[in-house]
């Protein structure tokens, strides 16, 4: 099957930095990626749709200027958490969804990565 | 708005036990429902059900859609301790998830 790659896995900062994590489709063209984020114990909550080429939309709530999501190419999105603090700690995950796409079993996940902001 | 709610939020049960997993939602332009499995990581996706009465099967796991009633289940038998995990259901186009049931199987 598809396979989407995130990294890093698994990132520890200090507040007031930013981070990035990168979320590659590694053998197709993902013309739309989705970020989420996942609390211990809760479900994911989708933060952000990213078209290639065009800004993402955002989910109510959610601060763009903090979470800055660049698509800027098929086989890329970046998510960078800036100005991190404490609160920002949580497991992130893209998933992708090809040119195919309508829906779903066209959707892929990546693995996750788990930020912790000290 | 779009919803998806799933019931009960957790469920501890013995090996060999039956489970019904409950996801009831409410879509403005309804296309399919999901079903995943979470471990560790990402969620793996087990089922896509876009039609109401018919049962999807996969080895222990099953799952139906009832699109009258706006709700799905999914069915475990004769559970295994690698069961264990938190259940997800979705709806595209966004895949707006439900709250999840978290299973655990004890030997």
């Known amino acids: 099957g598809a396979v989407v790659s995130q990294h890093p896995s698994r990132v520890i900062c200090k507040s007031g930095t930013s981070v990035k994590i990168e979320c590659r489709s590694l053998?197709?063209?993902?013309?739309?990626m989705f970020w989420y984020r996942q609390f211990p114990k809760q479900s994911l909550m989708l933060m952000a749709t990213s078209n290639e080429g065009s800004k993402a939309t955002y989910e109510q709530g959610v601060e763009k200027d903090k979470f800055l999501i660049n698509h800027a190419s098929l086989t890329l999105s970046t998510l960078t958490v800036t100005s991190a603090h404490p609160e920002d700690s949580s497991f992130y995950i893209c998933?992708?969804?090809?040119?195919?796409?309508?829906?779903?079993?066209?959707?892929?996940f990546g693995e996750g990565s788990r930020l912790t902001v000290l | 708005e779009d919803k998806v709610v799933q019931s009960p939020l957790s469920l501890v049960v013995h090996e060999g036990d039956t489970v019904t997993l409950n996801c009831s939602y409410e879509?403005?332009?309804?296309?399919?429902l999901l079903w995943y499995k979470q471990e560790k990581k990402a969620p793996t996706f087990l089922f896509m059900l876009?039609?109401?009465?018919i049962e999807k099967k996969s080895g222990r796991l099953s799952s139906i859609l009832d699109k009258k009633e706006l709700f799905s289940i999914l069915n475990i038998t004769a559970t295994q301790t690698g069961d264990s995990a938190v259940y997800l259901c979705a709806v595209p186009d966004k895949l707006i998830f439900g709250t999840g049931t978290r299973l655990q199987v004890f030997p």
């Open positions: 053998d197709f063209q993902a013309t739309t």
């Open positions: 876009t039609s109401s009465g």
């Open positions: 879509v403005t332009n309804f296309r399919s």
């Open positions: 998933s992708a969804r090809g040119r195919r796409g309508g829906v779903t079993g066209e959707l892929f």
